[in-house]
């Protein structure tokens, strides 16, 4: 790990190393090491949570603007509308991730089998591993769990705005039903999130593996049916006779 800075870029016995650290689950860490790579991949988790976690602010007060409706029917609609843009988008940012993370990881593959000993590449940062998408969603609700935990305390004005306003989402829905709802319970709401972004990552990096699949299918396809071209343009027939032209620019060869 002391040449971990270099490039180290087709170094001999580069793809030997590599497929000497995948047969031993990656690469020997010291306890250092290890606390640098926690930090690299959370700041990466983080990265990736920051957009859904806008999304769910303003989908949340989305929701907020025509739930203090008296009628009913406009709540019922506003919740379910709004609800639905935030499965949409969190659909929409997992699969996203889960295909940038699956790209992340076929490159830095390619770039340790070359002998690449930056970091982020032997520590694996951002690439895909299943459990990542649902981190990704634990961690956009994590405002709205601590808020929650907070509520569960006691009421505070500025806690209650603020779960209205940035978690209307996990709020809105269990008002609609009742507003009698032990607050513990709201806690669960965190498991929308969660489980649709975690699901959708996966299925995103389904998705990518098939698409890269698919054009490097097209590419083999396209390379053997230009050799095949090639051959046939250029096959050689002992039996077949040429006739070469006796006269060549008007003149009679001699």
């Known amino acids: 790990m002391e040449n971990m ?6 170094k001999p016995g580069a793809e030997e190393t590599y497929k000497d650290e995948v047969a031993a689950g990656g690469p020997r860490l010291s306890l250092k090491h290890r606390a640098e790579k926690f930090f690299y991949e959370l700041g990466a988790l983080v990265k990736d949570a920051i957009f859904p976690f806008i999304v769910m602010c303003v989908f949340s007060t989305t929701i907020i603007l025509f739930y203090d ?4 029917t406009v709540r019922i609609l506003a919740v379910v509308f709004g609800e639905a843009l935030m499965i949409g988008a969190f659909v929409m940012f997992g699969r996203q991730n889960g295909a940038a993370a699956y790209r992340k990881l076929k490159l830095n593959d390619s770039k340790r089998k070359l002998g690449t000993r930056t970091k982020k590449i032997v520590f ?15 961690i956009s609700a994590v405002p709205f769990l601590i808020l929650q935990i ?6 505070y004005s500025f ?13 809105a829905p269990l008002n609609v039903i009742s507003e009698a709802i032990p607050q513990p319970y709201y806690l669960l709401m965190v498991i929308f999130p969660v489980c649709i972004h975690g699901g959708f990552y996966i299925q995103g990096m389904h998705a990518e593996k098939k698409r890269q699949e698919a054009i490097t299918r097209a590419e083999d396809d396209k390379r053997k049916g230009k050799k095949k071209h090639y051959y046939d343009e250029n096959v050689y027939e002992p039996d077949r006779s040429v006739d070469v032209p006796k006269d060549k620019g008007g003149k009679k060869r001699r």
């Open 5 to 10: 800075e270099n490039s180290g870029a087709n």
């Open 69 to 72: 409706f008296d009628d009913i």
């Open 124 to 138: 694996r940062t951002g690439e895909y591993l299943p459990w990542k998408g649902f981190v990704i969603g634990f």
């Open 150 to 155: 907070i509520k569960c305390t006691g009421d």
């Open 159 to 171: 806690v209650d705005f603020m779960l209205e306003y940035a978690c209307g989402w996990a709020v």
